[in-house]
C-alpha cells in the first residue's frame, strides 16, 4: 500500500482526516495510522477510500505509478446521481461550443 498516496488523494481534494474518518466510520487517529503505513486498511475501507478520492485501488496499492486527469475524472464521474451527470454533460456541451466560437472569432 502506498500510504502517501491515500494522504495526497485526501489532500487533493482539501478533505479532513475528521472527514474521512466520520465517512470510513473510525477514529481520527486510525486514519492518521493508515496514511502512515502504522495500520492496516482492511478491503472495505480500501474500496471505500478509493470512491472517495476518486482513484483506482491499483493506483492506491502502488500497482500502477500514477492516475491520469481523465481516469480520476471518469471514476468521480461515475459515482454521481444522474441529474448531477447530465448537468456535467451540459456543462461539457457548452464549453466546447464556447471554444469553438471563440477559434471561429480569433480567425
Not at 69 to 86: A, G, M, V
Request: charge should be positive.
Amino acid at each position: 500500500m502506498s500510504n502517501n498516496r491515500l494522504r495526497n488523494a485526501r489532500e487533493r481534494l482539501s478533505l479532513s482526516q475528521e472527514y474521512v474518518a466520520k465517512y470510513l466510520g473510525v477514529t481520527r487517529t486510525a486514519v492518521t495510522q493508515m496514511e502512515n503505513g502504522n495500520r492496516k486498511i482492511s478491503g472495505d475501507e480500501l474500496e471505500k477510500l478509493c470512491r472517495l478520492y476518486g482513484i483506482s485501488a491499483d493506483y492506491a496499492l502502488g500497482i500502477k505509478s500514477e492516475m491520469t486527469s481523465s481516469e480520476i475524472f471518469t471514476r468521480s464521474f461515475e459515482s454521481l446521481p444522474d441529474n448531477d451527470k447530465k448537468e456535467i454533460l451540459n456543462l461539457i456541451e457548452f464549453k466546447k461550443q464556447m471554444a469553438l466560437k471563440n477559434k471561429l472569432v480569433s480567425k
